[in-house]
């Protein structure tokens, strides 16, 4: 089936620790994106990448990191820079033609807790 | 400063009735907008998309009407039942060429 695979569901981080969260698409899309939802919040658009070996910061990029080295994989490091990192994780696709609007497909989302 | 601002509060309607929900955006000129649905603990879903030149977009019990002068989208369920329950986001463009989301708007349908 196509869409976008996020893994884990849930990662629980200790203090000063790296984690790295995976999203793989098999849309074929070009732009990748990584969001950030805290509870009863809106979505905040960390990073994104619209061809491979290239990406952009978002509105909150501190703290985490991201490559683009193959066009099916966009990971999120968020490392021991980013102090609030407990958060629902989101990873989405999309086609970059205007015809399509951009339409955005997202994965079931990574549960980040720090312990 | 753009602005995309969804009525925070949950709205609660009775099983049947039209369900109505808000959009307005400040400092945009979007050549479309977006709406999405969003359970809990899921990722949201593409639900229509409307242009700029479009009035009004109908998907089965849903209507999305855009109004470019008021700087409103309004989002409506016809007929909702309780698994309509869900938050409901909705979506600009902005220059960067990004898709930037509202805050959302919890609607609950009660039986």
């Known amino acids: 089936d196509g869409g976008i695979t996020q893994s884990p569901k849930y990662l629980f981080r200790k203090e000063g620790q790296n984690v790295t969260l995976s999203c793989e698409q098999n849309?074929?899309?070009?732009?990748m994106y990584w969001y950030r939802q805290d509870p009863g919040q809106g979505l905040r658009l960390i990073y994104y990448s619209q061809i491979v070996n290239d990406f952009q910061k978002g509105d909150i990029a501190e703290g985490y990191s991201v490559s683009r080295e193959k066009k099916e994989s966009f990971p999120l490091t968020v490392t021991s820079a980013q102090k609030n990192p407990t958060a629902f994780y989101l990873c989405?696709?999309?086609?970059?033609?205007?015809?399509?609007?951009?339409?955005?497909?997202f994965g079931e989302g990574s549960w980040l807790t720090v312990v | 400063s753009q602005k995309i601002e969804q009525n925070s509060e949950a709205l609660n309607i009775q099983e049947g009735k039209t369900a109505t929900l808000t959009c307005n955006y400040t400092?945009?000129?979007?050549?479309?907008l977006q709406w999405y649905r969003q359970d809990p603990g899921r990722g949201p879903v593409f639900l229509l998309l409307?242009?700029?030149?479009?009035k009004e977009k109908r998907k089965e019990r849903l209507k999305v009407t855009f109004d470019t002068t008021l700087k409103q989208s309004l989002f409506h369920i016809t007929a909702s039942q309780p698994a309509d329950s869900a938050t409901y986001l909705c979506?600009?463009?902005?220059?960067?060429?990004?898709?930037?989301f509202g805050g959302g708007t919890r609607l609950m349908v009660k039986p």
């Open positions: 979506a600009l463009r902005n220059a960067g060429n990004m898709l930037t």
């Open positions: 849309l074929n899309h070009d732009a």
């Open positions: 400092n945009y000129s979007p050549a479309y």
């Open positions: 409307i242009r700029e030149n479009e």
């Open positions: 989405a696709s999309s086609f970059l033609d205007r015809t399509s609007g951009n339409t955005i497909y």
